[in-house]
């Protein structure tokens, strides 16, 4: 097999088969296949597209491009959840108690974040003696006793991916939906999922602008777990605003706690109803999505989702007791609000900067190697289509430098306050085919 033939045959629109893609992929991974010619097949598939076929044998060759967790010793069907990422997203800290306390095995394996974007081993860390260097052995063993635990990312998980994405980045072929639906899927099936619930987040905190845009990723992908045997599920669900109110790290975990008691904001609330529901129903613990609900509402009432919430953190050496005190997590210095200019209705707090002021804080990496400062961050106390005075702390910053004017001009620069405004929609659509 020659690459330039299959380049040539993608390139005038023909369909590749499985070897080529195999061949392109394994060739790749190993340094046969220079990058000049990696970009250009790549570059052909941005304008050619890829049929069914052809993205689930692209993602199913980048799986086998390096390790693949082998979870076979967890009982029951594994289900991963996938956020496209946002601002102030939550969810994984309260789904992953949650829907292991109705039964669903979480074998989370989690990165930490970069730029404006949250990790959640981040987040966990805030819990004093919490780690994720777990052996393989443990995690599983954690997993059939307690339901959930999280573990670092392993090194060599799709390499061909990694390479890959490092070179669409530089040659304008990121954006192309076969590409990123592969590159996605091909990451959660080699840590081990058997069923996938995807969260393709749209707005302009998202990688994915429009509704549109949105929606035919989460097609793309739903398709190609289906395709490759793994019952997978999507929804579209807005991040236009920061989601809940708290962003940053110990904040985080303080509103994941709360909203594991069911006190948490209406939004994170709602969002993680749905997924969980969808958690539930993929992996065979309840007949539908109605009955779903029911379980994870339960669980939050009885208290035995914040209870797996504490056994979770203890199990890997956190501080479990922060489940009845939070004010054991770390606390920054000065607590600083952000007053309303004017009166009127939330209008727009525009996620991705929001994200930056709270980067600016430290809650946030500029480069992998940079070091966070886990107290610090945002609680927003005005979400878009409330109503606000003048002179009413629209949020409160925690922070441990007393001067942050670079951060209020931020933020007010990204808060916009109308005379006239509505609630936004928070879940566009569900998509199951
Ligand atoms: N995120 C990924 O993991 N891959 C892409 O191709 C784009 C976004
Ligand atoms: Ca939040």
Known sequence: MRMVDIIEKKRDGQILTKQEIEYFINEYTNDNIPDYQASSLAMAIYFQDMNDDERAALTMAM???????????????????????????????????????????????????????????????????????ISEDK????????????????????????????????????????LIASSIMSKKIAAGADAIVLDVKTGNGAFMKTIEEAEALAHAMVRIGNNVGRNTMAIISDMGQPLGNAIGNALEVKEAIETLQGKGPKDLTELVMTLGSQMIVVGGKAKDLGEARQLLENAIQNGSALETFRTFLENQDGDGSVVDDVEKLPQAKYQIELLAPKSGIVTEIVANEIGVASMMLGAGRQTKEDDIDLSVGLILHKKVGDKVNEGEALLTIHSNKEQIDDVKDKLNQNITISQTGTEPTLIHKIITE
């Open 139 to 178: 995690f599983v063993k954690l997993v059939n006793e307690a339901k959930v635990a999280v573990i670092g990312q392993s090194g060599n998980l799709t390499p061909a991916d990694k390479k890959l994405y490092g070179l669409r980045d530089v040659t304008g072929t990121v954006n192309s939906i076969p």
């Open 63 to 133: 799986v086998n491009s390096g390790d693949v967790i082998d979870l076979s010793d967890i009982e029951g069907i594994k289900v991963d959840k996938h956020s496209t990422g946002g601002v102030g997203d939550t969810t994984t800290l309260v789904l992953a108690p949650l829907v292991a306390s109705v039964g669903v095995p979480v074998a989370k394996m989690s990165g930490r974040g970069l730029g404006h974007t949250g990790g959640t081993i981040d987040k966990l860390e805030s819990v004093e003696g919490f780690h994720v260097e």
